[in-house]
């Protein structure tokens, strides 16, 4: 994302949503892929931009990494994530 070389923090408007609402980036190969493949639905979308709004604020929420610099004390050691890093 040439305005945002981080990435988009969750909750925080995207750099490259003009005014009007609509992307800067579509149809440009440096859209992030989970961008256009994120298909729009009634059950998303909804009737209203306060619904879409929320929907997509769930979404954050949802998919958010746990907090903290490493996240091995938090699902441990034993998880088939760490199985590779053997015992310490
Ligand atoms: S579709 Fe992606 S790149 Fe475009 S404005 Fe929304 S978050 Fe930003």
Do not use: N, Y
């Amino acid at each position: 994302m040439p305005r945002m070389p981080q990435g988009k923090p969750a909750g925080v408007r995207c750099a490259h949503l003009l005014t009007d609402e609509r992307c800067e980036l579509f149809g440009r190969a440096e859209r992030p892929a989970v961008c256009s493949s994120l298909q729009p639905s009634p059950e998303m979308c909804g009737a209203s931009r306060a619904h879409a709004l929320r929907w997509l604020r769930a979404l954050e929420v949802a998919t958010t990494p746990p907090a903290g610099p490493c996240h091995r004390g938090i699902i441990g050691a034993s998880h088939p994530l760490h199985a590779s890093q053997g015992p310490r």
